[in-house]
């Protein structure tokens, strides 16, 4: 699986964003998903992921209320709506792909897009 994010960029604080991540390869509906950030000199951190048929989802406590992720198994593209952003949601925002299921842990997911920038400015 191959997977391309999109959708980041500069955002005032309170401000919303919408990321996308589409995929190409083997059947994207056989995949959980999951978004991940890392930010500088910081670790990669979970975001939120949500199963193959879309029917179960998770969040950090960091975004929860805030950001919503969601897929469209037809058009092989799991997305992140990102409502009231703080500077503190500033970093490379990445998507991930697992055959296993939808989880907090990065060791679960077998492919990783390249990531996309997220700015939020105060």
């Known amino acids: 699986v191959q997977l391309q994010a999109s959708g980041g960029g500069l955002v005032q604080a309170g401000g919303s964003l919408r990321l996308s991540c589409a995929a190409s390869g083997r059947a994207f509906s056989s995949y959980a998903m999951g978004w991940f950030r890392q930010a500088p000199g910081k670790e990669r951190e979970f975001v939120a992921s949500i199963g193959w048929r879309g029917g179960s989802s998770y969040y950090a406590d960091s975004v929860k209320g805030r950001f919503t992720i969601s897929r469209d198994n037809a058009k092989s593209t799991v997305y992140l709506q990102m409502n009231s952003l703080k500077p503190e949601d500033t970093a490379v925002y990445l998507c991930?792909?697992?055959?296993?299921?939808?989880?907090?842990?990065?060791?679960?997911?077998?492919?990783w897009g390249q990531g996309t920038l997220v700015t939020v400015s105060s």
């Open positions: 991930a792909a697992s055959s296993i299921a939808a989880m907090a842990s990065p060791f679960g997911y077998n492919f």
